[in-house]
């Protein structure tokens, strides 16, 4: 069965600190994957979007950036993070079946709180 | 531009039946989706609809009319558990999910 992990759960960073968010799918091949942002009482925000290794689609100009350096892997980053950064930050997949109906799995969530 | 727009926070009591509006204005429509968000966690999936009609899943169901860009999700027989945020999100032309905000249900004993 297909299972999907972000960590760590809980951040607290200082304005200006780097950050690192890491989320990986087992249990499937080349599936798309996501990152959102939810801010409190907020929809999700699309932040990246990837379809295959190295290829990231950016939605919202920002100071985060996405890698996907294997398959099953998608990290978040920024060099130096914003007092706006803050929020909960959501991994999700989506399978590629050619029988695509959409549903999204999301991971557990990482709580980022910028100090 | 796109938008949903789903009630901000409902109140029901347990035992009862409540049902949380949502209405979409997107750029195409390739399918509606309800999630449940209890609170700190992620979303998880409730239903998928992508014709017209009702689709029913337990206590849960959820319609769709794509003619007045609108769907309902119904949820019978409340319990506590199910106080929890409930997101409506459409599939537009280009495959992009498109998320309202969300409904808080608060469940009342």
């Known amino acids: 069965s297909q299972t999907i992990h972000q960590w760590p759960a809980t951040l607290v960073q200082p304005v200006g600190s780097p950050l690192s968010l890491e989320c990986t799918v087992e249990g499937t091949s080349n599936p798309n994957l996501y990152w959102y942002r939810q801010a409190a009482g907020r929809g999700l925000q699309l932040l990246f979007y990837s379809v295959g290794i190295g290829q990231i689609s950016s939605e919202v100009p920002q100071n985060l950036s996405a890698s996907r350096p294997q398959d099953r892997q998608f990290i978040l980053s920024s060099k130096k993070l914003l007092l706006s950064d803050s929020g909960f930050y959501l991994c999700?997949?989506?399978?590629?079946?050619?029988?695509?109906?959409?549903?999204?799995?999301f991971g557990e969530g990482s709580r980022l709180t910028v100090l | 531009g796109q938008n949903i727009d789903q009630p901000t926070e409902m109140t029901a009591t347990e035992g009862a039946i409540v049902q949380i509006n949502c209405t979409y204005q997107?750029?195409?429509?390739?399918?509606l989706f309800w999630y449940q968000q209890h609170a700190g966690e992620a979303p998880t999936f409730l239903s998928y609809?992508?014709l017209d009609g009702l689709e029913e899943k337990g206590r849960f169901s959820s319609f769709l009319s794509r003619s007045k860009g609108y769907s309902y999700l119904l949820l019978k027989e409340l319990q506590m558990k199910d106080s929890a945020s409930y997101l409506c999100a459409v599939w537009d032309s280009n495959y992009q999910l498109i998320w309202g905000a969300g409904t808080k249900l608060i469940i009342k004993p």
């Open positions: 999700a997949w989506r399978p590629w079946t050619g029988r695509d109906t959409g549903e999204l799995f």
């Open positions: 997107t750029s195409g429509f390739n399918g």
């Open positions: 609809n992508v």
